[in-house]
T-cell receptor, first 112, second 113 residues
Framework: NAGVTQTPKFQVLKTGQSMTLQCAQD?????MSWYRQDPGMGLRLIHY???????DQGEVPNGYNVSRSTTEDFPLRLLSAAPSQTSVYFC???FGAGNEQYFGPGTRLTVT | SQQGEEDPQALSIQEGENATMNCSYK?????LQWYRQNSGRGLVHLIL?????REKHSGRLRVTLDTSKKSSSLLITASRAADTASYFC?????????????FGPGTRLSVLP
């Protein structure tokens, strides 16, 4: 199993550009989540999904969209990048509520 | 505001010593988990303790949970240089978004050879 994979590893965007961060898992997990990690802030939940076709907002959803058309994939879209979105983004999946999460390696995004 | 807060923010010890990190949280929880993050990498799950458990062991790791004090501790015994990482507690609160985890800011552990 590859586990949770994320692409790209690094990305530099200009303010106003849009892009999609890819996340895929091959463990047949229903739950998937996107987090951002900023220095001294821990991880903050952006959006999450409890199954294909079901998504919801987390703590910091503004400026991001998600969709979940398959169990395996959970892409995160930045609509119009802003410098405040400079961060490291992690995708995670788990079998169900109350289970351990498996994290991807992260995408380091810089917005200039 | 953050549900979980680790203490201390940073810890530096010599190889072979024990390292203790604490986590305090604010609301009731279903379970509490500890994760490790090596520099520049994703988080790796270490141990899960449920709200009806008081102590769990996994290799050199020992986790305790005191729900009356809303706190947990992670003990790493006989530390090694490879234990150098950031450690996060995460609480699976029934009040969190979709029962997702809420992470604290982490403890940076440095184990000196």
């Amino acid at each position: 199993n590859a586990g949770v994979t994320q692409t790209p590893k690094f990305q530099v965007l200009k303010t106003g550009q849009s892009m999609t961060l890819q996340c895929a898992q091959d463990m047949n997990h229903e739950y998937m989540s996107w987090y951002r990690q900023d220095p001294g802030m821990g991880l903050r939940l952006i959006h999450y999904s409890v199954g294909a076709g079901i998504t919801d907002q987390g703590e910091v959803p503004n400026g991001y969209n998600v969709s979940r058309s398959t169990t395996e994939d959970f892409p995160l879209r930045l609509l119009s990048a802003a410098p405040s979105q400079t961060s490291v983004y992690f995708c995670a999946s788990r079998f169900g509520a109350g289970n351990e999460q498996y994290f991807g390696p992260g995408t380091r995004l810089t917005v200039t | 505001s953050q549900q979980g807060e680790e203490d201390p923010q940073a810890l530096s010890i010599q190889e072979g010593e024990n390292a203790t990190m604490n986590c305090s949280y604010k609301t009731s929880i279903n379970n509490l988990q500890w994760y490790r993050q090596n520099s520049g990498r994703g988080l790796v799950h270490l141990i899960l303790i449920r709200s009806n458990e008081r102590e769990k062991h996994s290799g050199r790791l020992r986790v305790t949970l005191d729900t009356s004090k809303k706190s947990s501790s992670l003990l790493i015994t006989a530390s090694r240089a490879a234990d150098t990482a950031s450690y996060f507690c995460a609480t699976d609160s029934p009040y969190a978004y979709g029962q997702n985890f809420v992470f604290g800011p982490g403890t940076r552990l440095s184990v000196l050879p």
